[in-house]
């Protein structure tokens, strides 16, 4: 079975800071690996992932990720926050559903990141 | 346009009344999900459709009755509603990997 494990429930950052929000995987397969954004009262927005191309991901809002096998981690960050990132993000990992032809989300607990001024 | 599209956005209840949440998908996309957010904000997958057809239930209560009319439509129904099963629920497509939110429905039950 997958799991996902996001450190830190709460992480609080100046403007302007670097954001880093840490993520771990366990997967007896290669994974692929998803962040999604989910701002207050909204749905989940999906930020970026990792499907086993570049490790390396680039994705919306300035951000990114970099998939690290040997840590198991796929770590989300951003070099300079803006007040508009203030939201709750979501680390998952997709495994295929042999049986069915789908893939299943397994999510963390996400991160609530909060932008102070 | 909206790709994953979900009605109503709240829906407010008493217990043992039956409701329904209704969702389309306008993505051409062949799977379609129910997922479910608690009051902690922990997401966790309670069905799977693939063109049509159950392919995921996650042990979840008989209560819960998803149904497939079209591949673009997943509808899921709740029978006798519980204080327990207030929570955001949403709607999800996938083709390939990537798997798309709909806005959610806000269930609460009173």
């Known amino acids: 079975a997958q799991s ?21 995987y366990s997967s007896s397969v290669p994974p692929y690996l998803f962040w999604y954004v989910q701002y207050p009262n909204q749905g989940l927005q999906l930020l970026l992932k990792y499907t086993s191309a570049a490790t ?15 840590e198991t981690s796929f770590h ?19 495994d295929w559903n042999s049986g069915g032809s ?5 999510f963390g607990k996400g991160t609530l990141l909060t932008v102070n001024p | 346009d909206t790709a994953v ?11 043992g009344n039956d409701k329904s949440i209704k969702c389309e998908q306008n993505l051409g996309h062949d799977t379609m999900y129910w997922y479910k957010q608690d009051s902690k904000k922990f997401l ?3 069905f799977s459709y693939n063109n049509k057809e159950l392919i995921i239930n996650e042990t979840v209560p008989n209560r819960f009755s998803p149904k497939s009319p079209d591949k673009a439509h997943l509808n899921l129904h ?3 509603l519980e204080l327990g099963d207030s929570a955001v629920y949403f709607c999800a497509s996938s083709q390939e990997v990537t798997t ?3 806005p959610g429905t806000r269930l609460t039950v009173t």
């Open chain 1, 102 to 106: 789908n893939y299943k989300l397994t």
């Open chain 2, 44 to 46: 966790k997958i309670m």
């Open chain 1, 4 to 24: 996902v494990t996001q450190l830190g429930s709460h992480v609080s950052v100046s403007e302007g800071a670097l954001v880093l929000l840490r993520c771990n």
């Open chain 2, 78 to 80: 709740i029978n006798s």
């Open chain 2, 5 to 15: 599209s979900q009605t109503p956005k709240y829906l407010v209840t008493q217990m």
């Open chain 2, 100 to 102: 798309y939110f709909g």
């Open chain 1, 76 to 94: 989300l960050t951003k070099p300079s926050a803006h007040m508009s990132d203030a939201a709750e993000y979501f680390c998952a990992v997709s």
């Open chain 1, 56 to 70: 390396l991901v680039k994705g919306i809002n300035g951000f990114e990720a970099e998939f690290k096998k040997s």
